[in-house]
């Protein structure tokens, strides 16, 4: 919301705060505190069971997933540091790339003559 109303400073100090808030309790605390609680005390105190191993597999799946948002979020900090961050990356340029062609036969709402859709009533 902040790029779009045209506070680029705001936007920028609240993605390198999103970023470092992110890495620190998604790749720190998370993996170091949450599932080394979930996978080691539990086994002190009660002998392992199906709902354990699926629990930490889950935690793990969870893990990997944070891994990889922040590979993305990684890519955008070195495209925002080198200057190359223009606009929002995740926003598409223009939907309508190869789609001049169908734009041309629908302005009239009927469709293209060559991509005429076939149903039980050919025209008879």
Known sequence: MLNYAGWKSICNSLFIVFAAVFIITRLVI??????????VYPIHHYPPFFGYYFFNAMLVVLQLLHIFWAYLIFQ??????????DGD???????????????EGMKNGAGSKNNRAMNSHHGH
């Open 30 to 39: 998370f993996p170091f505190w949450i599932i080394h609680c979930t996978w």
């Open 89 to 103: 990356d995740r926003s598409d340029q223009e939907e309508c790339d190869g789609s001049d062609e169908e734009d």
């Open 76 to 85: 955008m900090v070195a495209k925002f540091f080198s200057s190359k961050l």
